[in-house]
């Protein structure tokens, strides 16, 4: 008569107690080569290959069955398992974004202050500026040397490398910054990395920003001019790590959205010969509005399905249409779950909670569901289906109280096309802090989902 949800751990078998272990720990490996959007897009390509995918560019027709991925940038790819049904029957796509905030570096970021020299930053995606001080921190990203190679950058995950550092103030003199609000505590602009303190001898003028680019020169042949159309990011150092007595939890740095991204792709990786064609969308700069190329909003995967359309020879307008308004999506990305420690800021009764399973969330937004996609009764009811034919262990889950704030993803934006789309994925706790933590049994959960959605739709 009553609902109740369902705690994970209490409702599965040893035999899916052990399949768990196995996709956390491979999860885990994930995460920890794919820790921007770059590494995770090249980590997705890796395994799709291993699986038998191949490049759109090697196609010169396409038959049911065929693997197919596309690349945009090398920041975001997608992932297609052409279907035995016609393309205008509609597709089934789940959509998750590889970007998850952290710090970038500015254009021109080398600064030398007393004796200690900086990188300066601009921050990405939506941040409490204060955690990011006093944690040890990893560089990734390109730039392109003098002869205009590009080389890539990573330094400070391997145990032998050194890490960076921005300093907060010590709270011994801390009595005026502590009557700061929080937002304010640290700055954007002090947002300044650490890189080094060593002075190039006989020098008066930037003395130890000198030394830094003699070995920025050595190292990689740049120049403080090659990081003018340099892309560098700052993230944690550090790898993804099991949490509690129990090691029930994972505790990483962008779970947000990559959880979701792992268990989409997982599961497209197991999809053979589908009745419609399955898609795993993996796309970027979802955390700054979608914008941009590499965003949802490029027509990056409005193009390519009208690529495969023509390797099939059914691209034209009224086809596409109709494959656009026929498909079906879950919306692959994380949302909240219940915090004990914060109770205030959500709702008891509608909020995820952790370790009781992927959660579909019908309307994201805030305030009265401003920006939201909404998703209707009868979809989410064909949704219901598939999961509980698959015995997936799903809740329900709402982005904070009516009106304490919110959030938004991409579903709206396949909606636009008459998609049937529905927001579906993990509930985080810490969701956009440098470390932010998921439920194993969660995670178990979201591959198994998408898997039945694969399946079941
Ligand atoms: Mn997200
Ligand atoms: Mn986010």
Request: glycine content about 8%; charged content about 30%.
């Amino acid at each position: 008569m009553e609902y109740k949800r369902k705690n994970v751990w209490l409702n599965i078998s040893d035999d899916e107690r052990n399949d768990l272990e196995a996709l956390a720990t491979d999860y885990m490996d994930f995460l920890n080569v794919g820790k921007t959007e770059r590494l995770a897009t090249s980590e997705i390509v890796r395994r799709a290959e291993e699986a038998g995918f191949k490049d759109i560019e090697s196609f010169k027709s396409l038959k049911a069955g065929d693997k197919v991925y596309a690349i945009n940038r090398d920041k975001a790819v997608a992932l297609f398992v052409i279907g035995k049904r016609d393309f205008e029957d509609g597709l089934l796509i789940v959509g998750s974004h590889l970007d998850s905030p952290r710090l970038d570096l500015k254009p021109l970021p080398l600064l030398e202050k007393k004796g200690i020299s900086y990188l300066k930053t601009h921050y990405y995606g939506g941040i409490k500026k204060y955690h990011w001080t006093n944690i040890p921190l990893a560089l990734h990203g390109v730039i392109f040397n003098k002869d205009g190679e590009k080389v890539h950058v990573s330094i400070g995950e391997k145990e032998d490398e050194p890490v960076f550092f921005i300093s907060e103030l010590l709270i011994h003199l801390s009595k005026d910054l502590n009557e700061k609000k929080a937002s304010n505590v640290i700055e954007g602009e002090q947002l300044n990395i650490m890189v080094g303190s060593i002075p190039l001898a006989n020098e008066d003028d930037n003395p130890v920003k000198k030394n830094i680019l003699r070995i920025l020169e050595e190292k990689y042949n740049i120049s403080e001019e090659d990081f003018l159309t340099a892309e560098l990011e700052a993230v944690p150092a550090g790898r993804a790590r099991s949490v509690g007595f129990d090691s029930s939890m994972i505790a990483s740095h962008g779970h947000d959205d990559r959880v979701c991204a792992y268990s989409s792709l997982a599961s497209i990786l197991e999809v053979n010969g589908p009745e419609k064609t399955s898609v795993g969308l993996f796309v970027d700069k979802e955390e700054i509005g979608s914008v941009g190329s590499t965003g949802m909003t490029s027509q990056f995967f409005e193009n390519t399905l009208l690529e495969l359309m023509n390797l099939r020879g059914e691209a034209n307008l009224l086809n596409f249409k109709r494959a656009l308004k026929n498909s079906k999506v879950l919306s692959a990305d994380v949302t909240l779950a219940e915090d004990p420690n914060f109770l205030e800021a959500t709702e008891e009764q509608n909020t995820a909670k952790l370790g009781h399973g992927v959660a579909l969330v019908k309307y994201t937004g805030s305030r009265g569901k401003g920006g939201s996609n909404d998703a209707d009764a009868e979809y989410l009811e064909e949704v219901r289906r598939a999961f509980d034919k698959a015995g997936v262990i799903w809740q329900t889950g709402e982005l904070g109280k009516v009106d304490q704030g919110g959030g938004g993803t991409i579903a709206y934006i396949l909606a636009e096309y008459g998609m049937q789309v529905v927001d579906c994925g993990t509930p985080v706790i810490s969701m956009h802090a440098p470390i932010e933590l998921v439920s194993k049994a969660d995670l178990y959960e979201t591959y198994r989902a998408y898997k039945s959605f694969y399946e079941n739709i």
